[in-house]
């Protein structure tokens, strides 16, 4: 295993503690509103500063990019980027949803390399590294052998801050309900993806979500076997925001029936 991601899943187990300790008195926790509809808890802020101890602790030169804290550059501008999401599903977490997950993924160049995302309800634990297959508590996962979208389950989030996409996303969502098994909206992007690479789902689909929403789930769906794109069609989604994700012959039709549906204004 790489050391980065011994070090990352450390990071991860310890910020899960934080989150199972406070879990136990959500009526004790003081909620912050970020603006509308996003909203930031001290224990979010508490994982988040027991991951970056812990990862800077190891590799003090490399940057960060945290949900809570923003961008910090690495000494000598560092090549290699934490990218943290320290507890994904905050509104899940807030109302005694067992659906949220801490995501940790390390970028080498702008390139995901390493990546954990760690569910403390079910203390699983995937991971996954650049050529080296995604893992599920240590055991190989693939994703689903699904050929086409009849019969899909999808995973999606509705749009929650952004509603200027609202009626675009809307479209899709009534196409794809006629179209396959089902979609699923469980609220945490970064459990979604893992989702896809251990084949409970068969796709994903989703706009306006943050680099540290999907930065490990996108490596772990990749890993996995799947594709992972933004609406074009390309490998830009960690700067548009907007991301789809599949088994080999589920990502194809729904990446086209996704392109029917956008404006011709929609940006990646």
């Known amino acids: 295993m790489h050391p980065a991601l011994n070090i990352a899943i450390k990071a991860a187990r310890r910020a899960g503690q934080i989150i199972n300790r406070a879990s136990n008195d959500l009526d004790q926790i003081k909620v912050a509103s970020k603006q509308p509809n996003d909203f930031v808890t001290e224990v979010d802020k508490a994982a988040e500063a027991a991951i970056i101890e812990t990862l800077q602790e190891a ?41 949220y997950a ?13 990546a954990v995302i760690f569910d403390p309800n079910r203390n699983e634990l995937f991971t996954a ?30 749009p929650y801050r952004m509603f200027d996409q609202i009626d675009t996303y809307l479209a899709i969502f009534k196409e794809l309900a006629q179209k396959t098994a089902g979609m699923r909206r469980p609220g ?15 796709g994903f689909w989703e706009f306006g979500l943050a680099p540290w929403d999907m930065a490990a ?5 990749s890993e996995a076997g799947g594709l992972v794109s933004d609406m ?15 088994t ?20 990646g």
């Open 59 to 99: 590799y003090p030169s490399y940057g960060i990019l945290a949900e809570e804290s923003g961008q910090t550059a690495g000494q000598g501008d560092s090549e290699f980027q934490w990218i943290i999401d320290p507890l994904d599903g905050t509104t899940n977490f807030i109302h005694g949803l067992p659906q």
């Open 102 to 114: 801490v995501s940790i993924a390390l970028a080498k160049g702008g390139v995901v390399d390493q």
């Open 129 to 158: 590294s650049k050529g080296g297959g995604a893992f599920l508590n240590e055991r190989r996962i693939r994703v689903s052998k699904r050929l086409k979208l009849q019969g899909a389950l999808l995973g999606t989030g509705f």
């Open 188 to 202: 945490a992007a970064s459990l979604d993806l893992a989702y896809v690479a251990c084949g409970r789902y068969d």
């Open 217 to 221: 789930g996108a490596l772990l769906v």
């Open 232 to 246: 074009r069609g390309e490998a830009n989604y960690l700067e548009t925001g907007n991301l789809i994700a599949g």
């Open 248 to 267: 080999p012959k589920v990502f194809a039709p729904l990446l086209n029936l996704v392109q029917e549906k956008l404006p011709d204004n929609f940006r």
